[in-house]
């Protein structure tokens, strides 16, 4: 299943509010092995959906 990429712009007074809701992927193992841990990895309507905040 693809996972989808979103990019919020935001501005300096609300980047620590939006930055507890940014997807945060830590990946462990060999390339071929790989093992990722998803913290705020949103799923909508059938998709998989990555948040990130431009200007971090």
């Known amino acids: 299943m693809p996972i989808k990429l979103i990019s919020s712009k935001t501005n300096s007074t609300s980047i620590d509010q939006k930055k507890s ?8 193992g060999p390339f071929n092995q790989q ?19 431009n200007g971090t």
């Open 35 to 53: 093992s990722c841990l998803f913290e705020n990895l949103y799923y909508f309507n059938s998709e998989f959906i990555i948040l990130t905040i």
């Open 21 to 28: 809701l940014e997807t945060k992927i830590q990946c462990i």
